[in-house]
């Protein structure tokens, strides 16, 4: 940056860089300009109409996300035309959008219904009768499409296409009938779709959602605690949010959702594969042991005491080594126990029963 590389902003002196747009030129200097289709990995698209901001010497205003502040711009993010102009985009977008914000949130947040609180927009301006179509049919397991909540401003399909890199959805249809679907409006599953998420992540209405089961207590998302953790799938150590419903369990807690914290804070930068992000039923699985098992005499397995259990497994484990030496020993760990447990298990193999014969599924 050079002196020359400066704009004014709401009064003030910043410098940018060459290429820089506003809203990121903004948001270095601390100030706030609402989006809705912005992302930051993602190609700007103005779709949402609202980050406009007024340059001296513009006719029209233009979207901060996807103007590029050129040296010696004058601009201004807050005034009474900005503020009207914002008011009227969110009053026309609740014409055909959900206005129960509880109904709406089916466990993601719904920026939108927010934004509009937040700038008081008004919401008696009519009602649209629905006129897009979903895919309420797709078999997928995973993702709901809920087209009513849906404001089209395709950050779903430019993330699926830009950061995935599969175009597996699309905006589909015309006009008032704008969808967003699937090649012949196929099932995800019959699609190149990965399961990953993403498109759920980066909605900013909570149109893509998680289906039901797995969000099984329907909390929005505000309501339930998170929890930062390492991706323990595979060796890229993902960080990602166990979403903790305290009251679920009786009062012990559940993990109901996952989500990845926000792109450029971590590794991952926002993204997710789909066992990261959707497979963490089995932590509350109804088939998940509580209690061990040892086979009898009689070849079917008993319950016992962890004192019992431990013991057992002692004899066996030392009796093999007694026999064949340390080497004829293999212990496998798995990616679904914490990084803790899998940390005890090596340590077992190697310090207690001197093999390094240890395997986990993600080999971390
Ligand atoms: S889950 Fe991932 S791959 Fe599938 S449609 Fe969504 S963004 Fe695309
Ligand atoms: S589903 Fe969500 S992310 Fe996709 S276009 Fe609609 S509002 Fe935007
Ligand atoms: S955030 Fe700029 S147009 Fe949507």
Redesign the pocket.
């Known amino acids: 940056m050079t002196e020359d590389h400066r704009i004014t902003l709401q009064g003030e002196s910043i410098a940018v860089s060459p290429g820089e747009t506003i809203l990121d030129a903004a948001a270095r200097a601390g100030v706030e300009i609402p989006t ?2 912005h992302d930051p990995r993602l190609e700007p698209a103005g779709a949402c109409r609202t980050c406009l901001v007024e340059i001296d010497g513009w006719r029209r205003l233009a979207p901060a996300c996807a103007t590029v502040a050129h040296p010696g711009m004058i601009v201004t993010t807050e005034n009474a035309r900005i503020d009207r102009h914002r008011r009227s985009l969110l009053a026309l977008y609740a014409t055909d959008h959900p206005a129960d914000r509880a109904a709406s949130e089916m466990g993601a947040p719904d920026q939108l219904l927010a934004m509009t609180e937040r700038y008081d927009a008004p919401t008696d301006w009519g009602t649209m009768p629905p006129c897009r179509e979903g895919r309420p049919d797709d078999r997928n397991p995973y993702i709901h ?2 087209p009513d ?9 430019r ?1 699926c296409a830009e950061v995935e890199g599969v175009s597996a ?1 699309t ?1 589909a249809g015309r006009g008032s009938q704008t969808t ?1 679907s699937t090649v012949d409006r196929l099932s995800l599953l019959d699609t190149t779709c990965e399961l990953c998420g993403g ?1 759920v992540d ?7 959602t998680e289906k039901l089961p797995l969000v099984r207590e329907q909390k929005p998302e505000r309501e339930l605690e998170k929890i930062r953790t390492t991706c323990n799938y595979c060796g890229v150590g993902c960080q990602l949010d166990l979403n903790v419903d305290p009251e679920a369990n009786d009062g012990r807690g559940a993990v109901v959702k996952v989500t990845s914290p926000e792109p450029g804070t971590t590794t991952n930068d926002g993204n997710l594969c789909v066992k990261g992000r959707f497979a963490y039923d089995f932590i509350d699985h109804p088939d998940r042991l509580t209690v061990p098992l040892i086979r009898g005499a009689d070849g079917a397995l008993h319950e016992a005491s962890w004192d019992d259990a431990l013991e057992a497994a002692a004899r066996g484990l030392l009796g093999v080594k007694a026999r064949h030496g340390p080497d004829a020993l293999g212990f496998v760990s798995s990616s679904r126990c914490t990084v803790e447990e899998n940390y005890l298990v090596q340590k077992l193999a190697r310090a207690v029963f001197g093999t390094n014969n240890v395997h986990q599924c993600a080999a971390t």
Do not use: H, K, S
């Open positions: 809705l289709c499409y809920e909540t849906c404001i089209l401003c395709a950050r779903c399909t993330y959805i905006l967003i498109c980066v909605c900013p209405t909570g149109a893509m």
